[in-house]
């Protein structure tokens, strides 16, 4: 069983995973969290919003879900999106 | 890299807050004190106020719940999500996902005092930080015994609410409150061991306006009326490099807090070491002897006072030398105070103290004497400063 406090390692290597976290963090449109909404994504969107989490984490902006990238993203956490508005740039 | 507002703020500084469902697998009366401390780490640096109530309206409702509880960000059991809060032009609630293991004072489960703190953060009008080391973060790091805030998340809460304007513990100064303090301002906890023996080493403002006091190798933090709860604490953790069992201590207009011990001194800038230390006095100090007493910034004229024994020594950095004229000269010349004094301030309402043994005086800058009042000086450290 995973250490207490932290997300199920199985949760973190589902792809839907990733968009549903950037969404619910602010990083993608809330639509993504739509399970029941097919969503077409563009690969710049896609690579935008992985930079700015990994920005905000103090984190390489490689745009790609690499392992340090997965692992902060799998730290349990505050639900309060990290970015007020979508697509808004911090003040 | 910094702090983020998120917009909205309290119009109001004295804010109500209720528990309205607990979590289910801890002692009540442990939450209560736990999430006081963390509504405390926002009142200790701002003229907020927190005061719990357990009916009717206020503020800021508290309720622990879990996955779907009504307004539709469900939690997510164990891990994930611990906890969301909204800004206050949301109403400023806080829900806690029931399905932690929500722990206090203990490296197992996840900490309910350093989650709470962050998401009052957001209740008060703070969003996220992208400062790994603050509060105001995201992430959850795991339990922090020595818990400090960040200097960014106390530049985030004075951005929206100012610095903390102390009113005087030693009943002086005109911004005594002229009515009852309101109950739980923010908690204080009577330490039984200093009420026992309130002889401290010295006494100092930091920069940012709290107020500390030192013995041996502990320090407390001091709130309106007392001492902050959760203390002492180890100097050695919050000012890493500083050695215990200090002499003397100020703080100066240039923001810098230097500590004094024998034959050394140290500047800190906070709590971060500013340089190499420690440095001779001599060499830092021209003039200034060794193992001193005490030390403050006066508020008659913004010099630096040294007291040691029977004498005192002005410092004046923007003077060469420094110590002119006929320096040292006599303490009696503070009228009222006595020699081999302990400790001294010039404490956020412009007054200055003197402490010795339990007892302290309150100085009169204008007649330069001690102060008089009723109950006369000198007074109870203990009762005055210290909540005993």
């Known amino acids: 069983a995973p250490a207490f406090g932290e997300t199920d390692k199985a949760m973190v290597n589902d792809d839907a995973y990733f968009q549903m976290y950037l969404a619910q963090y602010g990083y993608l449109s809330p639509s993504v969290r739509n399970p029941s909404s097919g969503h077409i994504m563009d690969e710049s ?37 990290d970015k007020v508005g979508f697509g808004e740039t911090r003040a | 890299k910094r702090y983020a507002l998120q917009g909205s703020r309290w119009r109001v500084k004295n804010l109500t807050y209720k528990i309205a469902k607990y979590p289910s697998r801890l002692n009540r009366a442990e939450v209560d004190a736990e999430l006081a401390k963390a509504f405390s780490v926002w009142s200790d640096y701002t003229d907020l106020t927190f005061t719990q109530k357990r009916t009717g309206q206020v503020h800021i409702e ?31 609630d806080a829900h806690f996902d029931d399905a932690e293991m929500w722990s206090i004072n203990s490296r197992r489960g996840t900490n309910l005092f350093q989650v709470a703190a962050h998401e009052f953060g957001h209740s008060l009008g703070l969003s996220h930080s992208d400062v790994r080391s603050a509060l105001m973060a995201p992430f959850y ?47 204080s906890a009577e330490d039984p061991a200093l009420c026992a023996d309130p002889n401290i080493d010295t006494i100092f403002n930091s920069a940012d306006g709290a107020t500390f006091i030192f013995k041996g190798e502990h320090y407390w933090r001091l709130t ?81 006072y040294f007291y040691k024994g029977s004498k005192f020594w002005r410092f004046d950095p923007a003077q060469r030398p420094p110590v002119k004229g006929t320096y040292p000269k006599p303490l009696s010349n503070w009228e009222g105070i006595p020699d081999n004094i302990d400790a001294a301030l010039q404490y956020t309402n412009g007054y200055t103290y003197f402490f010795k043994g339990g007892s302290y005086w309150r100085f009169n800058d204008r007649t330069f004497s001690v102060d008089t009042d009723n109950p006369a000086f000198p007074r109870s450290t203990a009762y005055w400063w210290l909540g005993c």
Not at chain 2, 62 to 80: N, Q, S, V
Not at chain 2, 159 to 174: E, N, P, W
Request: hydrophobic share 30%.
């Open chain 1, 45 to 81: 969107s896609w690579k935008r919003a992985i930079m700015e989490f990994q920005s905000f984490a103090g984190l390489n902006t490689t745009g790609e879900l690499d392992e340090e990238t997965t692992k902060v993203m799998s730290l349990p956490r505050c639900g309060v999106r």
């Open chain 2, 62 to 92: 508290i309720r622990f719940e879990k996955g779907e509880h009504g307004d539709g960000d469900p939690f997510d059991g164990p891990g994930g999500t611990l906890a969301h809060a909204y800004f206050p032009v949301y109403g400023g």
């Open chain 2, 141 to 187: 790091r795991g339990y922090d015994p020595a818990f400090q805030l960040d200097q960014d998340d106390v530049q985030g809460i004075q951005a929206l609410y100012g610095r903390k304007t102390q009113t005087d513990i030693g009943g002086g100064g005109a911004s005594v409150p002229s009515v009852p303090r309101a109950t739980t301002q923010q908690p």
């Open chain 2, 224 to 304: 309106e009326d007392g001492v902050a709860a959760g203390y002492p604490r180890l100097i050695s953790r919050a000012w890493p490099g500083l050695p215990g069992n200090i002499d003397a201590a100020f703080t100066y207009k240039n923001g810098k807090t230097y500590f004094f011990k024998g034959s050394k001194y140290w500047r800190y800038n906070g709590q971060k070491m500013d340089g190499e230390y420690p440095k001779e006095i001599s060499e830092g100090f021209t003039g200034i002897p060794d193992n001193l007493d005490a030390a403050l910034v006066w508020s008659g004229n913004g010099k630096i």
